[in-house]
């Protein structure tokens, strides 16, 4: 089981990480577009920082939760 958990704790973390470096590029695209005078690349980077957020929090609760159920489990 505490192999289980790890590997879940693992892969939660790798999705919270790849959430979060798409809020990171969502907020280089939305000020390069914000330089430029580019309100289409300003809006791609608040909608990337937005379901970057979103993903790297859905992820970790999604995980969060999952451990504690496994952990509940007793044989």
Request: aromatic share 6%.
């Given at each position: 089981m ?28 939305f ?29 970790a ?15």
């Amino acid at each position: 089981m505490d192999i289980v958990i790890k590997l879940i704790g693992v892969i939660g973390g790798v999705v919270t990480v790849l959430g979060l470096i798409g809020l990171l590029t969502g907020y280089q695209d939305f000020s390069s577009g914000r330089k430029n005078d580019n309100p289409s690349k300003m809006e791609q980077g608040i909608n990337a920082m937005i379901f970057g957020g979103v993903q790297a929090a859905i992820a970790a609760g999604v995980v969060a939760a999952i451990v504690a159920a496994l952990n509940n489990i007793k044989f």
